[in-house]
């Protein structure tokens, strides 16, 4: 099974910007629509964007505006750039490869994520 590592988090001021990594070997980010999740406490995980093969981004209406997901041109990374972040966006973020069945679907493994904090 495709093996996904997550890294880039960290403490970010509220206002500040940061970008995660999502990475994995071969062409599985290429070939499939991809996600970030994210795990805040007390809450279940929540998928916050998606991109699909052709590029068309989908989010989060938490998100909209302030987060942007993308492919390097290489296609064997995905990002989530974070801008404007605020804290109740503190959380563990993930990504996975998503596929739709009635409704998306993880069908990867979980990596151990990325903490990003949100805090001044």
């Known amino acids: 099974q495709v093996q996904l590592v997550e890294s880039g988090g960290g403490l970010v001021q509220p206002g500040g910007s940061l970008r995660l990594s999502c990475a994995a070997s071969g062409s599985a980010l290429r070939v499939n629509t991809v996600a970030w999740y994210r795990q805040t406490q007390g809450k279940d995980r929540e998928l916050v964007a998606r991109i699909a093969m052709g590029g068309g981004a989908t989010y989060v209406d938490s998100v909209k505006g302030r987060f942007t997901i993308s492919r390097d041109n290489a296609e064997t990374t995905v990002f989530l750039h974070m801008n404007n972040p605020r804290p109740e966006d503190t959380g563990l973020y993930y990504c996975?490869?998503?596929?739709?069945?009635?409704?998306?679907?993880?069908?990867?493994?979980w990596g151990q994520g990325t903490q990003v904090t949100v805090s001044s």
């Open positions: 996975n490869i998503i596929r739709y069945f009635n409704t998306w679907v993880p069908v990867g493994s």
